[in-house]
C-alpha cells in the first residue's frame, strides 16, 4: 500500500529542509523525484545523492511564482520522466521578518508570491497532467503558523493559513478528477529557514515554552507522513490538514 515504486514526484524547494526530508522518503519508498528550485546547482547536487536509494532524480531550475516557468518545469518533468504522479509543494519563505507597520508592499508581495501564488500556479499546472493519468497526489507544506500567529512574519502566517484554504478549495474541486489533495503542518522544525529566523537562544525559549516533547522537529521525521499522503492510502482522503509539531496546538 505504501510502495511508491513507478511513481514521479515533484517537490519545490526540496533541495535540504523540510523539502529534503520528503524528497528522500519518498525516493526511499520508491518514487522518482523532480526537484526544483531558484537555485539550480543545489538541486542537482541533491539529486545526485537521491539517485543513491536507486531511483531517478531529476534536476529543474524554477521560479514558482512566474507561471512561465511552472508550466516548463511540469512538461519538462512529462518530457524526461513520462508522467507526474504526486506534487509537493514545499517551496516557501519566511520573509522580511519586519513588524507590520515596518512592512513594504514588496515585503508581502516576495512572501505571498513564493508561498501561496507559487502553491497555486504548480498545482493548476500538475492536475491538468494527473487528469490525463487518471489521479493523483497533491501535498502542500503548510504551517501552524496556519493556525497561530508568530511576531514579525505576518506576510508568512497568512501565506500559510491561506494555504490551508487552498488546499480545501482544491480538494473540493479536484475530487472529480481522482486527485487527493491534503496539507502538512509543521510546527517547530529545525531547518536552514528556521536557523536564520531567530537565534539559537531565542528557539530555545519558544521551544521550551511551547513544544511538549522538548526539541524541535528533525526533516526526516515527515518522511512516513509524507509517503502515507502520497500512497494509495489515502485514496479516501482529501481536504486534511495533518499536524506536527510535537504537540505545540495542545499545550
Known sequence: MFDLTGRVAVITGGYDGIGRGIADGLAEAGSDIVICSRNY???????????????????IECDISRADQVENLISETIKKMGKLNILVNNAGVSGSEKPILEMSDEDWDDVLDVNLKGSFLCARAAVKEMIKQGGGKIINVSSITAFVAMENVSAYCASKGGLVQLTKAMALEFAKYNVQVNALCPGYFLTPMSRGLYRPEMWNKIVHRNVPVGRMGKPEELKGTAIYLASSATDF?????????????IS
Open 41 to 59: 546547482k543545489r538541486c542537482a547536487e541533491a539529486c545526485t545523492e537521491i539517485e543513491d536509494f536507486g531511483v531517478r532524480a531529476f534536476p
Open 237 to 249: 482522503m482529501t481536504g486534511a490538514c495533518i499536524v506536527i509539531d510535537g504537540g505545540h496546538l
